[in-house]
């Protein structure tokens, strides 16, 4: 699935601009840079673990209909490849149909599941990110930062340890949203910092009619 809304959020909201920054501390006007990686700091909340989690039980049942779809093409598949010297014409063509068949619901419905299955995601994402964004600009003002950039976005060769504020901006996320945090509790695993959250399944490559047998 694309990832475009977290790109989207850093272009537009991460950019702390140096006017609001005036009337900061000698630090601010110093011009002091601040990096984040928002997708693993969105990711790595509570509320973005718990979210990530709801999706794949949400999609659990359409993914087992997906695997359930390639099983059956899988068993016509191997009948006709192993049965198809013994299977009369009318058996045959009645299987390939049916392989055909089954192999354009599969696709369609694989696709149909990533889809919604990434509107979903997009959509906690924009969530927790607007949340996030307004938390990332309190923080930058009361800490003296001009600016804030997506180390994941823009290109960052070197950067200070101290000027990483992904982790304290997590930890502030958390502690601004006692509720969600605390529902989600330890029930999912940690989202990969680099990688969008995974689709909810992948088809697998569909066998391909077996050929008539020659007279």
Request: aromatic residues 4%; contains cysteine; glycine residues 4%.
């Amino acid at each position: 699935m694309k990832n475009q809304a977290i790109v989207c959020l850093a272009a537009a909201g991460l950019l702390i601009s140096p006017v609001r920054a005036r009337t900061q501390t000698p630090a601010a006007s110093a011009g002091r840079v601040g990096v984040i990686n928002i997708q693993e700091a969105i990711l790595s909340t509570a509320e973005g673990k718990k979210a990530m989690a709801d999706l794949q039980k949400k999609y659990a049942p359409r993914q087992q209909d997906i695997q359930r779809m390639q099983q059956e093409i899988q068993s016509i598949s191997d009948q006709l490849q192993k049965q198809g010297p013994t299977l009369s014409d009318e058996e045959q063509r009645r299987l390939n149909r049916s392989l055909e068949s089954k192999q354009t619901l599969l696709k369609r419905s694989t696709e149909d599941a990533q889809a919604e299955f990434g509107a979903d995601r997009d959509e906690a994402v924009r969530r927790i990110g607007q949340k996030m964004v307004r938390l990332i600009g309190e923080y930058a003002q009361q800490s003296g930062y001009t600016l804030v950039v997506d180390s994941a976005q823009i290109p960052v060769y070197y950067a200070a340890p101290d000027i990483d504020v992904t982790a304290e901006t997590i930890k502030r996320y958390d502690a601004a949203n006692p509720a969600e945090a605390a529902e989600a509790g330890t029930s999912a695993p940690a989202a990969p910092a680099t990688r969008p959250a995974a689709a909810p399944v992948k088809p697998a490559a569909t066998p391909k009619p077996a050929d008539k047998p020659k007279p």
